[in-house]
């Protein structure tokens, strides 16, 4: 479960994020929707323990990610925006690595390795080298290290960016896996068919702040729009911005 | 319950968890290998042709072949020339001139047709000495050939002297006595100073490729943001980080005194006759002067190299830090900071004034080898500490 109350940054004179506030629950899958530049990744590097709220609180199961980053992160599972690899090392290598930095070790490392593996589709690969793999195979290696010890909180910040057709597919059934395994799971987009087909709570972000925030029908409701991204677009405040 | 299982995993655990994998991924590193391997080769490449060169030119002198063109002029003169020590005389080319220009010859010498009716008279009879100036390895010979031809005429002049009743001694008004304070042995040991400042070029060398590429190239390749989300203090991943780089460097240095000593038994000294020998102990206990700075320059590296962004922009900032070891070390080469104990706590100007002690024959304490190092690895822990810090910035962690 991940509460963030009234949270703030600025950078310079540009205030990126302004006062944004919302939870997400277990067995839930939470969407982070707003266009580009709308503070999305600024909110998720907070919430990561990475990045100093200038206000605010962040609570990742009970734990203060401002005052104990350490603790928040063993709760967490977390994809960035930068998801370097490191070339020369195999996907295995990759989460045996974050494995033991999370206190993993020996034969239980070893099978929650193959485990992640075969769940991403990645045996047939699982021994060579990274440095030649697809975007996708690199989201998918990305992805396992960061799911290595099990969070009970996954947050993924634009998992499906560059992703073809059918790794998109994977990504959303992984998705769906987790959210039935009961983990929280906080996802950010800003692709709507996306959101739509797989949020059970949507909180939508415009310059900084939360414009809305509710399951997709009542933001429907809300907005009076029967499409959910005629919702969005109102909701962001995008249509003024267009006609100016 | 899994609640705080990162935080009991101890922090030495960590440290070497992420020193293994750097270890790993340096290992496989063509750029990591070739740059330890190469750094190690640069002293005992550099000494084994400085040395063999010096043999050789030795040699040379000692053992002369020596083209005479009109010897039937003079039998008994090529006669006593035979009967020197390691001179061979050998018939002259037709083109003596062309001969030395070909450098088929360092010299030859031609002998006067008048020499046998010069020398009844009592005239100075004329031997030509052909030989080019501009070839430094010739000088040697062609000066024990001019030494070997003053010889005899200041033999046969005395002979002259004395068959007129006059003592030779008359004809002498003045004797020159070479006093040569250096002995060949300190002169070699001469070039050897520059072996610490080879070494410590090692060291850093040995380390750059991995302590870069683990801090500017995490940037770079955008995998210190996933990395950081690990619940690791940045103590422990700094450290890890560094050792691994100290490590490479260490390497570096261990693998280029191995050679360096190998080479060094193998220069044929005692057929040259010269007791020339650096003990291996006195080689080794340089290692226990640079092993130290390999920890030093990593960290130094490394912290420069956090600042970067990319691989190219720490290359450009390292350009300048590289003088940092290597100006003491050249200045010592030049200078060399012998007998100055009280400059064993200055990192790097300290391990070169121990290594000229070390070289010139006066080992210094136990306790300088101590303060060289502790304050050597101080100073590195200190700068991975501070590169600890620096992974909690926001611009670092975050700027692209």
């Given amino acids: ?244 | 319950m899994n609640a705080f299982r990162g935080a009991v995993v101890n922090r030495l655990g960590l440290v070497l968890i992420v020193l293994k994998k750097e270890l790993l991924d340096g290992g496989r590193d063509r750029r990591s290998i070739l740059s330890l391997l190469f750094s190690a080769m640069i002293a005992p490449v550099l000494f084994g042709v400085m040395f063999t060169v010096i043999a050789e030119r030795r040699r040379n002198a000692d053992e002369i072949r020596l083209p005479v063109a009109g010897a039937e002029h003079a039998p008994m003169f090529v006669e006593w020339l035979r009967q020197q020590t390691g001179v061979e005389v050998v018939p002259a080319p037709a083109d003596a001139e062309q001969a030395v220009r070909d450098r088929d010859h360092d010299v030859v010498m031609i002998i006067d047709k008048d020499f046998a009716q010069n020398m009844a008279r009592a005239i100075p009879a004329k031997v030509v000495l052909v030989s080019d100036g501009t070839r430094e390895s010739a000088r040697p010979k062609v000066a024990r050939v001019r030494s070997l031809v003053a010889t005899y005429s200041s033999q046969t002049g005395a002979l002259r002297l004395i068959a007129r009743g006059i003592a030779p001694s008359i004809a002498t008004a003045l004797r020159i006595e070479d006093v040569e304070v250096s002995s060949l042995q300190q002169r070699l040991a001469m070039q050897l100073n520059i072996l610490p400042l080879l070494l410590v070029i090692a060291a850093l060398t040995g380390g750059l490729q991995i302590a870069i590429d683990s801090t500017a190239g995490e940037r770079e390749r955008g995998s210190l943001e996933p990395l950081l989300l690990n619940p690791i203090p940045r103590e422990a991943l700094a450290a890890g980080k560094w050792l691994a780089a100290s490590l490479f460097g260490c390497g570096a240095v261990v693998f280029s005194m191995v050679l360096t000593v190998n080479v060094m038994r193998r220069v044929p000294w005692h057929d040259l006759g010269i007791r020339f020998r650096v003990s291996d102990a006195e080689l080794m206990s340089l290692l226990a002067l640079i092993l130290p700075l390999a920890f030093l320059l990593s960290a130094i590296v490394m912290f420069a190299s956090t600042f970067a962004r990319s691989f190219k922009e720490a290359q450009s900032y390292l350009g300048m830090l590289m003088l940092v070891p290597m100006v003491p070390g050249i200045v010592s080469t030049l200078y060399p900071l012998s007998q100055r104990p009280w400059l064993a706590p200055v990192p790097i100007v300290g391990q070169y004034a121990l290594a000229a002690d070390v070289l010139g024959g006066q080992p210094p304490s136990i306790w300088s080898y101590a303060m060289a190092g502790a304050s050597a690895l101080a100073f590195a822990l200190l700068l991975a500490l501070t590169t600890a810090r620096l992974l909690r910035r926001e611009s670092i962690i975050f700027g692209r």
Avoid at chain 1, 72 to 99: C, K, N, V
Avoid at chain 1, 171 to 184: E, F, H, N, T, V
Wanted: neutral net charge; hydrophobic residues 40%.
């Fill in chain 1, 1 to 244: 479960m991940i509460h963030v109350e009234r949270l703030y940054k600025r950078f310079g004179t540009v205030e990126a994020v302004r006062g944004v506030t919302f939870r997400a629950d277990d067995g839930l899958v939470t969407g982070l929707l707003g266009p580009n530049g709308a503070g999305k990744t600024t909110a998720l590097r907070m919430l990561s323990g990475l990045m100093r709220p200038d206000e605010g609180a962040i609570r990742v199961d009970g734990i203060d990610v401002v005052t104990d980053p350490l603790a928040a992160q063993t709760q967490m599972g977390l994809l960035p925006d930068s998801r370097g690899l490191y070339p020369r090392l195999t996907p295995r290598e990759h989460i045996r690595y974050f494995g033991r930095l999370h206190g993993l070790n020996g034969s239980a490392l070893e099978e929650r390795a193959t485990g992640l593996l075969v769940r991403l589709g990645l045996e047939s690969v699982a021994d060579r080298r990274v440095g030649g793999f697809s975007q996708g195979e690199r989201t998918k290696v990305a992805l396992a290290r960061a799911l290595v010890h099990q969070p009970r909180n996954v947050i993924l910040d634009e998992p499906t960016n560059g992703l073809d057709v059918m790794s998109t597919r994977a990504m959303r059934s992984l998705i769906r896996s987790l959210r039935q395994d009961g983990c929280c799971v906080l996802f950010s987009s800003h692709i709507m068919q996306e959101v739509s087909a797989l949020c059970d709570h949507i909180v939508v972000i415009a310059q900084g702040t939360v414009v809305a925030d509710g399951t997709p029908d009542e933001l429907r409701r809300r907005t009076g729009r029967s499409d959910l991204e005629d919702a969005f677009v109102a909701l962001a405040g995008l249509e003024t911005e267009v006609s100016l």
